[in-house]
């Protein structure tokens, strides 16, 4: 069984400062990792993701994560904050279970909150 | 390349009743996905296709819930009938294929409010 779990559901940062938005993740196969970000009103966008390649991920505005398979961790960081940063960000796990279908989970999201 | 669409964007209806979700895939995308978000939650998985043919509906609740997507192509989601727990956004996803790497693309949503 997979799950994610998304230690924070708020981060406020000031706008420059840098972002940390933590998740970790249990697996029972060798899974893909994403993170997309979900503004006020707008669907849900693709930030980056993981797949066994560079365990270093940059994505979009900035934005990369870190793949820790000894600490179950896919935390997502900015060196620095802005405005439009402000959004709902929600990690998630993806594997390819027995039956040979992916399967996809969601965790509860973390929204983000930037400061003038 | 056109997005996925869905409609409508808004509806309310009356618990007890019925209500219907349209979902048009990315052109070429065989996986489509159905998901419930309810507010402050991240989005739930209720029902994924490939092609025609449903792979996972575990987590649809089917006594109230049904969903379709016959040529392989659009999809329809139906509530019959609805309870005020069924307030939420219903997103649907599609993507290229199965596979653990697959970007999933989404649609607007639809937002149910059942009163």
């Known amino acids: 069984a997979q799950s994610v779990t998304q230690l924070d559901s708020h981060v406020s940062v000031s706008e420059g400062t840098p972002v940390l938005l933590r998740c970790n993740y249990s697996?029972?196969?060798?899974?893909?990792l994403f993170w997309y970000v979900q503004h006020p009103n707008k669907g849900l966008q693709l930030l980056l993701k993981y797949t066994s390649a560079a365990t270093l991920v940059k994505g979009i505005n900035g934005f990369e994560a870190e793949f820790k398979k000894s600490e179950t961790s896919f935390h997502l960081t900015k060196p620095s904050a802005h405005m439009s940063d402000a959004a709902e960000y929600f990690c998630v796990v993806s594997e390819v279970n027995s039956g040979g279908y992916q399967k996809v989970t969601f965790g509860t999201g973390t929204k983000l909150q930037v400061i003038p | 390349e056109a997005g996925v669409a869905q409609s409508p964007r808004y509806k309310i209806i009356e618990k007890r009743q019925s209500v219907a979700f349209w979902c048009n895939p990315i052109?070429?995308?065989?996986?489509l996905y159905w998901y419930q978000q309810i507010l402050g939650q991240g989005p739930k998985l209720l029902i994924q296709f490939q092609n025609n043919g449903v792979v996972d509906d575990s987590q649809l609740p089917k006594d109230r819930f049904s969903a379709e997507r016959l040529k392989g192509v659009d999809s329809t989601l139906k509530i019959q009938p609805a309870k005020l727990e069924d307030s939420a956004v219903y997103l649907c996803?599609?993507?290229?294929?199965?596979?653990?790497?697959?970007?999933?693309?989404f649609g607007p949503g639809t937002r149910l409010t059942v009163l």
């Open positions: 996803a599609s993507s290229l294929r199965q596979g653990r790497n697959n970007e999933q693309f």
């Open positions: 052109s070429g995308h065989a996986t």
């Open positions: 697996s029972s196969y060798s899974p893909s």
